[in-house]
């Protein structure tokens, strides 16, 4: 981690992993609590993960590649869900997707520099009654068009 005000942070990583020191079985438990502490599992955390639990950092790396919901990559203050299940693809996100791109400048799995926005694709939001949508952080917002997903964000700026 950063040296910044990661201390804190930084002791309690090292009591998560403690609790579950030569535990190769706690890996995905003690991921999902570092994500959750940290925000993302960035590769100091990983390797003091790997050490901890008795593990290699492939195996680690492994785990966090499989699964969706963890990120290598800091989220952005506001983390934008563009749906692209079947019933929000076909009323239009993919030109959702495509107009955010164009605005924020950034691709799915990415940040803005700024930190501000991320933006990422899931399969299914469980709202197809208000295809298409788009969630910011636990917010949906629904029946999108392009410009209206636009102006949803403007309101975060």
């Given at each position: 981690?950063?040296?910044?005000?990661?201390?804190e942070?930084?002791a309690?990583?090292?009591?998560?992993?403690?609790?579950?020191?030569?535990?190769?079985?706690?890996?995905?438990?003690?991921?999902?609590?570092?994500?959750?502490?940290?925000g993302?599992?960035p590769?100091?955390?990983?390797i003091?993960?790997?050490?901890?639990?008795?593990?290699?950092?492939s195996e680690?790396y492994?785990?966090?590649?499989?699964?969706?919901h963890?990120?290598t990559?800091p989220?952005?203050?506001y983390?934008?869900?563009v749906?692209?299940?079947?019933?929000c693809?076909v009323?239009?996100?993919?030109e959702?997707l495509?107009?955010?791109q164009?605005e924020l400048?950034?691709?799915?799995?990415?940040?803005?520099?700024?930190?501000?926005f991320?933006?990422?694709?899931v399969?299914?939001?469980?709202?197809?009654?208000?295809?298409?949508?788009?969630?910011?952080?636990?917010?949906?917002?629904g029946?999108?068009?392009?410009?209206?997903?636009?102006?949803?964000?403007?309101?975060?700026?």
């Amino acid at each position: 981690m950063e040296a910044c005000k990661c201390e804190e942070k930084w002791a309690k990583l090292e009591e998560i992993i403690a609790a579950h020191r030569g535990q190769p079985s706690a890996l995905i438990q003690v991921l999902h609590e570092a994500q959750e502490l940290i925000g993302y599992l960035p590769r100091q955390v990983l390797i003091a993960i790997a050490d901890g639990l008795g593990v290699s950092l492939s195996e680690v790396y492994s785990v966090v590649s499989f699964y969706a919901h963890f990120t290598t990559k800091p989220k952005g203050k506001y983390q934008i869900s563009v749906c692209k299940g079947t019933a929000c693809y076909v009323k239009g996100a993919p030109e959702i997707l495509e107009r955010l791109q164009k605005e924020l400048g950034i691709k799915p799995g990415d940040s803005t520099d700024d930190g501000k926005f991320s933006l990422e694709v899931v399969r299914c939001l469980g709202a197809c009654g208000l295809a298409p949508v788009m969630m910011i952080n636990k917010r949906a917002h629904g029946l999108l068009r392009s410009d209206t997903a636009v102006t949803v964000l403007q309101g975060y700026e």
